[in-house]
């Protein structure tokens, strides 16, 4: 099997094979056969180390800090900034054949294949390899990251000597398996020399020790002050007369694995891995605790780690796969989208989720909106915990985002719009810290798991604090007018190509959700919302901000504007803009961008995705097709709510055309940026795209809601989510929709509007026809790639 | 003579005497002592260089290029800024007394004055001193940079011996005359390291000279690539058998004078000292420059420069003079101002006009339109060749500026925010790129200067050019709404408490002008204007572009909004903002003053001064007190402005006490950075509130205007102008007005309103009275400081 020319990849339904090695690609493949469980992330790193394109090891949340530089400062500047930084390497696995290293830039590679398996959990790879000097050998690995235990991964190192050319006498295989740390890092982009210098070996070495079969290597940050331990130990098989012995300096743990081998013998080396880090405790309290994760990853054994595994997986997929007829391709890629948004969050345990997941060091490793407006829909339904360990985080920075709001002048909690452990890190404060409805999101997440798990206690200990907090924060940010209108003014909204703008309509109407719901929260919780300070006059102060809440319409052009006056300024020149200005940000001045009617990504349009409540029917159809025609898609976050909006408002060609392009975003690496890490919002909003935009689905207090939808290039799609303790499927065909209960007590839904009760047996509707809709256009050139039939 | 506590100098008409010298207030009277002619600026530093505040000699526009660091990056930041830089110190003078040297920190200062002349043009100091050792020596030196010779400053320098405690033997002086380059400056406010080295040592020695007595030192910058070369030359008298030498290193040049001196006897000492850079010219041209400079002043002599500077001050002062009875400090400050903005611009001769002159490296030693809106309007009526000369210099940045507009998209010229040499060095485009009517305001000091000057070949060589150029930039910037408005959206205008709005009134009404007058000065020079390309079409497209222009005004509050929306902003919390808060860009996001009705300084206040025509008397009233209640002028620009409106609209003792924070910005050091250098906008600010705002000056294409009006704090005024070839005085007295034709032909005037002709004789004319104006408020505990009577 091979794939599509540029492309790595097979298509097969549940793995990701690249069958050969295009060194080209590597950065990219990197990301994608990142193995993670949200606490540790190991790049798809081969396991010599080299070539490579960015090797990465990363712990959540363990990152450095740096300067944040500014040619003119200003007040509430972040004068640091929280930088990922790659820890120690512990996947590295050295082999010397006779006395020449296993390198595949030399010598002859004869096969060279590797498989991310989504329903395993690992990545296999297969190579045969002659050395320069004839010897050739065949190297079979596999790795995993344990979803089951959190401090833990492992690989399974086998290498044979086959037939070679000079096969006379048996050959000398040395093996060296590593802990390395301060790796040397390719050089970033930006030409800061004190950045460079604060992120070039990071770590300050406080321990380490090797003993017979392994060694713990213990550093300290440099300036964040965070201390990690990384231990290894191994299991060894081969010939009689292997030798093996550890050693430990400062940066490296080194255990080495000689053996003579005759053709057709094998040597087997089992790796088992872990890290611990943390802030606050001893280290030998971190010391230990990695060696009893070690410990117990070695009782677990490797056949144990790779069952529990699969195990995991095997219960996952239950509710979170989706099947997809007629497009082998997209059923692959939606496959690997939920497996990576699994992987982030997975056991991120009250830490953050970033935008690249632990896949690569782009954004810093920074968590943005992403989280909250992206993953959360998805984790909710298919992996709560995880959905509520984020919200956890949220709810754990709570003091930072309280103390930045003070900081601003203003009441409750200002969250960051980019950071690693709660600190405001965004350099730049018009498409930073102006980036308000963060806060609604983070609010409406909270909603929406409320509603997904109907889970009180979480509401009252964890979703209470944020909603009352975030509600103070907008009752303080916006003021009544003359008119009597709440008005939140100076702020920028999701569409980053304006910024600093009055009156944002999807920031005004999730922050009056957020308002109702914190009042309506702490309503039903009233002696926990007591405990918060929260009494009637706030909380009647709250849902007056909220019926008050400024709306601005175009009555002339009978559209939303985005913002105060959008639509009054100059329409951007798409026409005599050259295919190679995108993205934009790269080649004009934030000035003109801000100043036109240019939209990056989705705005009012994910307004109308997440509150269909404030629009009618008709103003969806409009706006929808006034924004198509302004929106660039500079932001991979865009086409997933364009896919959504479109099924909703009956572009169904164009809802799949969106779909794709939300769901290949890493395959296809249709940003060109996929090396730095994939694109996990992106890969949850080819959930979205999928659950919310072709099922049509709704959750909110009101109960569980569908309005299913087949695009007419699928011939079938089936998805399926956790909904209250319960567990259900959905299958679209055609001309109706099964939905069926998997597990659970019997529940009701409305199924395009019609309440529908589901209990043993499926439950199977029709599904109405849509009606015409009116061609949309997009900007000149900037129409998604059309993959729907016909097309 | 004492001046008040706290206060360093004395109240004199035409000195600035510091009487004793107080080390607290040091960096304030380098900078008020600093001397200028434009090209050459030396502070007010001691003669023997130390203790210093910061030791400052520079030239026009010779700077060293700097980083500037961005935590986050954008399309088209500028990537190096432009610093001043301390070059050569030609100044410094030291004094060995025996074997003890000359240094006020120790010892004992029976007697220490300075003198700076506003009608001589030079810094006299007399000091006496008595060494530790008990040896008493009398200093009197005298500086001056020459405005008649460009290049050229002298010092004159003059020790005696008195009679001391220990008396009996003859003493040993040596005096140490020297140049210095690379001086050690004090540590920057920002703690940027790459800065820092940038600005550390900038100076490549290139050749060093000594003769008998004198030397020369050529320099080049590190970065920027600028070459200087400094010399100096002595005549030395004393007592029989004094010894004179020199010698010369890569960074210091001295010339060594030793004498021995009974008491009573004197030794003196002449510097002639000559500065010339260049970028181009190869280093024999430039040393021979000032060598040959040098030879010139020598040849002058002392005494025939000293007579040269004081023979160009009294040519000068006829026409500057403004007199003030009934408050004797105004009267010094108004005399202070009009001196020191003289300093800045009488020899720029094609460069740039700082905002600090050349009295310290505030700013970076930038330009801004500080220069077009405040020096400009003074300096074309008092010393009309160095504002054409300013103008010229925009000119020869138009390259720079039209690349700067075709990087932003733009037709025609974008000029820089700030710069030295023509680049933008704006490191935060909200309050700079974005602030682009700066263009408007370089076209309306063209459009001021024709009409104060009628000069009709600068009008078709330099004017028409800006004009078209800028006129082009806005016909690009703005856009035809649906409705047809023209509308400039995006922008900033002066209030820096403000940034990107659509429609600022005052960008929209300067444009407005622009474009008019570029297409009326287009038309009268058509051949020129067709050699720019601009044809009846283009012409046609900026009037109707100007006749479409949008101005908002806000309809319930009948007063205009400062931009779209403004009015419907919450307003600043003024009674809660405590006194320490200010200014407030120190202490509050950017943000949060964005998005408030809160303003730095004059904006749409400023409107209505550059714009009268655009406004009712009615809105004037209503806008001035609207704006008055939430300006809380943190920016030194904005009191002169209120000076002239708040007269205009008849609150002459308000406009009283504007005229007096404006001219006391310096002696009394009222923004706390003085010593950084002098406020040069708001020192001729203080020339425009009361010519322009007592006086009612107004000068355009329909002639030259007044409405005098007297304050009741002061019993007379009187100030003078150059107007088309002539000299006019005008004294307002309380009921009436003397107007007197100087020199030059009869012409006309008008006074209130009234055409009146003017010839050989004065005409007196009554003054109307003025009508009740309604009380006006300032934000809590911004009102000015009162000054005015019976406050």
Redesign the interface.
Known sequence: MSPDPGRAFTVEPWVVREPHLDLALLGQVESVFALSNGHIGLRGNLDEGEPHATPGTYLNSFYERRP???????????ES?QTIINVTNGKLIRLLVEDEPFDLRYGSVHRHERVLDLAAGTLTREVEWESPAGRVVRLRTERLVSLTQRAVAAIRYEVEVLTGTHDTEPALLVVQSELVANEQQPARD?D???VEAAMTDPLVAEQCRADATGATLVHRTRASGLRVAAAMDHEVTGPAGLQISSEATEDIGRTTVISRLQSGQKLTVVKYLSYGWSSRRSLSAVHDQVRAALAAARYTGWAGLVEEQRAYLDDFWVTADIEIDGDAELQQAVRVAIFHVLQAGARAERRAIGAKGLTGPGYDGHTFWDTETFCLQLLSHVAPYAAADALRWRQSILPQAKERAA???LEGAAFPWRTIRGHEC?????????AFHINADIADAVRRHVAATGDVEFEREVGLELLVETARLWRSLG?H??AGQF?I???TGPDEYT??V?NNVYTNLMAQLNLRVAADTAARHSRAAGRLGVDAEEMASWRDAASSMRIPYDE?LGVHPQS??FT???VWDFAGTKPDMYPL????????L???QVSKQADLVLAMQLRPDAFTEEQMARNFAYYEAITVRDSSLSASTQAVMAARTGHLDLAFDYLAESAFVDLDDLAGNSEHGVHIASMAGTWIAVVCGFGGMRCDSGGLRFAPRLPPALSRISFGLAWQGRRLRVEIRPDEVEYRLVSGLPMRLAHHGEPTALAGDPVVAPIPEVGRADAVEQPFGRAPKARHPGA
Chains 1, 2 share one sequence.
Do not use: C, M, N
């Open positions: 944040l530089p500014y040619a003119e400062g200003g007040y509430g500047y972040p900034g930006d800061d020399p004190r900081q601003l002048g965004s350099g730049y404060w018009p498409a930073g810290t102006a003021h007018d003359h008005r003014d100076g702020v910024a600093i009055d002339g105060e006056g009054d300024h100059e940000l790269l080649h004009v001045p934030y000035f003109d801000y100043r036109k």
